[in-house]
């Protein structure tokens, strides 16, 4: 069973930038972040493996940035230039595979609020 803990989401200015940490109480092979807001399904907004190949969501692209620091089995997203269309619950996700299958941990969520 892997825990995920997820810090630094808030209310922000359209502009301005936030950055989210989770950390997992495990090695996680994939790590990312989803979002969900009011009345969306959740939808990925970016991941990365453990050897650090990144993949975004076109929303994300140039604006976010993913990084991971697996010695401490850490997730790191950095969000810049934030609009108003970036408000969400922001969900941590962790991929672990066991040689046979894949199982899927979620973090708490955190609320991201970008303010016009």
């Known amino acids: 069973q892997v825990q995920l803990v997820e810090s630094g989401g808030g209310l922000v200015q359209a502009g301005g930038s936030l950055r989210l940490s989770c950390a997992a109480s495990?090695?996680?092979?994939?790590m990312g972040w989803y979002r969900q807001a009011p009345g969306k399904q959740r939808e990925l907004v970016t991941s990365?493996?453990?050897?650090?190949?990144?993949n975004y969501a076109d929303s994300a692209k140039g604006r976010f940035t993913i990084s991971r620091d697996n010695a401490k089995n850490t997730v790191y997203l950095q969000m810049d230039s934030l609009t108003p269309e970036d408000t969400a619950v922001y969900f941590c996700?962790?991929?672990?595979?066991?040689?046979?299958?894949?199982?899927?941990?979620w973090g708490q969520g955190t609320q991201v609020t970008v303010s016009s």
């Open positions: 495990g090695s996680i092979f994939i």
């Open positions: 996700h962790a991929g672990v595979f066991d040689g046979s299958r894949w199982y899927d941990y």
């Open positions: 990365i493996t453990s050897g650090g190949i990144p």
